[in-house]
């Protein structure tokens, strides 16, 4: 358990934090309030695209909000920078972990190797990487989802709600990540109506070329689609996607969101009524329930998977026009059952 005796954080205190984050590639987001507890808690460091991106690095935040709330302790959230290297992360990484924060969350893939390193040189931290599970330490929880279900969802919404038969899926970065949501979206489709063409594109091959970036990319990859008749559009590419929405828009086609639930985006707010629903993964859970498994003093390791079964990956209802289609919710909930009940098997490739 954490200490509870309260002290007062000097305001130089804080610009040291910053000054020590800034030197190890990032700076700080957040930090604790004036009142804190004697230790320091949940840190986040951001995978490209950083906070503000309406989806990935948002939800992250958001699970970091809920623990600081709830702990009442110090936070730091890191942003990436431009260009750096698996030396850079782990810097980052490790700093954190010097300054006492548990656990230290890296958010992406990317930070697999770094967080590899900065585990074996702190050992009593609790770390965290979402959307990996190739580590295999004792104090390394990885946090990974069955993304291909929630987007089997969103094929079935799609090819239910398409008028031209034609639908598109936007990928961020060609890797097997993102083919994950292509496969359970796709599959989602033919399952659903044989007839459905689903036009696939992934805006890059790295994420270093800015497939989960660039919403100009996104923009241009969904135009694309959309003259080709898609008139549903399902972006799985971090910023990149707020590109898709705004084509989708544009153009007065559905889109489909990812991760977040992106009719809820106050940044996506004059394009909401275009977005049909939103396949999503609880980053925001993942993150804040292993805070409070630190906080509880039972750390959580080893692979930690959220599913349509504990309930951490689906599809938003925010969007009336499709929570309050009948038929298209039944056939949702039909195929959610039979995915739950293991009577249908979703592809991850």
């Known amino acids: 358990m954490r200490r509870i005796s309260r002290i007062t954080v000097a305001g130089a205190a804080t610009a040291s934090l910053a000054l020590a984050l800034s030197a190890c590639g990032g700076t700080s987001t957040s930090s604790s309030s004036s009142e804190s507890k004697g230790d320091k808690g949940l840190a986040i460091a951001y995978d490209v695209g950083g906070k503000g991106d309406q989806s990935f690095n948002d939800a992250a935040f958001a699970g970091l909000e809920q623990a600081k709330k709830e702990f009442g302790y110090a936070t730091a959230d890191i942003e990436p920078t431009e ?5 850079d992360k782990a810097q980052r990484l490790v700093s954190l972990a010097k300054q006492g924060y548990n656990p230290v969350v890296g958010v992406g893939y990317a930070y697999a190797p770094a967080v590899k390193e900065a ?4 050992p009593g931290t609790t770390f965290g990487i979402v959307d990996d ?3 295999d330490a004792k104090n390394v929880a990885d946090l990974v989802f069955s993304e291909e279900q929630a987007s089997y969802l969103a094929g079935v919404a799609a090819a239910k709600s398409t008028k031209t ?9 060609d890797i097997p990540l993102i083919h994950k949501f292509e496969a359970g979206f796709e599959q989602g489709v033919k399952d659903t109506d044989p007839k459905v063409k689903v036009l696939s594109q992934y805006l890059t091959q790295t994420a270093e070329e800015g497939g989960f970036s660039s919403p100009d990319k996104g923009k241009t990859a ?5 003259e080709k008749k898609a008139d549903v559009v399902y972006a799985a590419a971090g910023l990149s996607g707020q590109g898709v929405i705004e084509a989708a828009a544009a153009n007065k086609v559905w889109a489909i969101g990812v991760d977040s639930d992106q009719y809820k985006q106050e940044a996506l707010a004059q394009y ?6 939103s396949a999503m993964k609880d980053v925001a859970k993942a993150v804040y329930n292993l805070a409070k498994s630190v906080e509880g003093g039972t750390p ?3 692979i930690v998977r959220g599913d349509l079964k504990t309930g951490e990956v689906g599809l938003s209802h925010s969007n009336p026009k499709f929570a309050d289609n009948a ?3 039944e056939a949702i909930d039909t195929a959610k059952e039979k995915i739950i009940s293991g009577e249908i098997k979703v592809k991850s490739s």
Do not use: P
């Open 133 to 135: 599970s190739t580590i």
């Open 222 to 226: 969904a135009e694309g689609q959309i």
């Open 165 to 173: 038969d034609v639908v598109g899926f936007v990928g961020g970065v």
């Open 83 to 87: 260009g750096e290297t698996d030396a």
């Open 272 to 277: 909401k009524d275009s977005i049909l629903t």
């Open 119 to 122: 585990a074996a040189k702190y």
């Open 327 to 329: 038929e298209l919710q």
């Open 300 to 302: 959580g390791t080893g």
